[in-house]
């Protein structure tokens, strides 16, 4: 029933899109290992670094196992977990060897956003070391109000405050950051708060081992369940390298955080 004079056309719509790197072009994806957001509802943890784009990650092996902490607290800036000081912790797998990277002679960085319940308790903000064991790491919070950076490397032994105080004011979000690099000459450990370099710290002595860590990593705790400590934590990340100032900045993000994720596509047209 086509009409005399009319005309068919088909047509095919076409879209370009180009990809958006939402971390910040200063923030490079590789090495990262574990990335936690602690959102979920319930359950283990979930290591989000290869869902970003990390082609380095440790996978569902670093997967945190909760015991007793409160889980999806949606607090400023991004979702949190509670671990009340008592008894709470997240194990990040089974395995005592993955974050071997972070004890045997390697360089690493760790990012967090945590409010602190009270600044005179003593407690592990993450660890995996037990008791005396020369291998390992971890960072405490003391009695004093300032951060313990312990490292029990292959040849070297880190185990300094940094500096006089942390600086911080209970119930207050801060993004907190600890970078170690041994091949330093002086200042292998650095502290971080809110972008700006607190403080740094070299070497105690010429010990450590290179072998696994006497236990799992733990968050909100030793991961031979002592050391508690009570914090809201959010947005964790472990890197296998040092970041950059550049991108410990873009990371803090002027104080509302910036989420790691993986590239979006953004269309440009049709």
């Known amino acids: 029933n086509v009409q005399v004079g009319s005309r068919y056309e088909e047509t095919d719509t076409r879209k ?6 939402v971390t910040g072009a200063d923030v490079s994806l590789t090495e990262l290992k574990a990335y936690w957001k602690f959102d979920e509802p319930s359950g283990d943890i979930i290591n989000e670094a290869e869902a970003v784009g990390s082609t380095d990650s440790l996978d569902t092996d670093a997967d945190l196992q909760v015991t007793g902490a409160t889980y999806n607290n ?6 949190t977990m509670n671990f009340d000081g008592t008894n709470d ?5 089974t395995s005592t060897s993955q974050f071997n990277f972070m004890h045997n002679g390697g360089k690493f960085t760790v990012s ?16 995996d070391i037990t008791g005396a064991n020369t291998n390992g790491f971890g960072f405490t919070q003391t009695a004093t109000s ?3 950076f312990r490292i029990f490397d ?17 119930g207050t979000f801060y993004f907190l950051t600890f970078t170690w690099d041994p091949t330093e000459s002086t200042n292998k450990a650095t502290f971080y708060r809110d972008g700006v370099e607190i403080h740094t710290a070299n070497q105690d002595r010429a010990q450590g081992s290179s072998s696994n860590a006497n236990s799992v990593v733990g968050v909100g705790a030793q991961g031979s369940n ?45």
């Open 146 to 148: 300032r951060w313990l």
């Open 226 to 270: 002592t050391g508690w400590l009570g914090c809201e934590i959010a947005e964790m990340a472990i890197w296998n390298r040092v970041l950059t100032d550049a991108e410990i900045t873009s990371l803090y993000n002027s104080g509302s955080g910036k989420e790691i994720n993986s590239d979006v596509w953004k269309l440009e047209g049709t």
């Open 154 to 170: 292959s040849g070297i032994w880190v185990d300094q405050y940094m500096g006089s105080g942390h600086g911080m004011t209970a």
């Open 112 to 127: 967090v956003w945590v409010s602190i319940d009270n600044i005179t308790d003593e407690g592990y903000l993450i660890s």
């Open 74 to 79: 949606t607090n400023t800036p991004f979702n």
């Open 16 to 21: 370009m899109y180009h990809k958006v790197d």
């Open 89 to 93: 912790v997240a194990k990040a797998g």
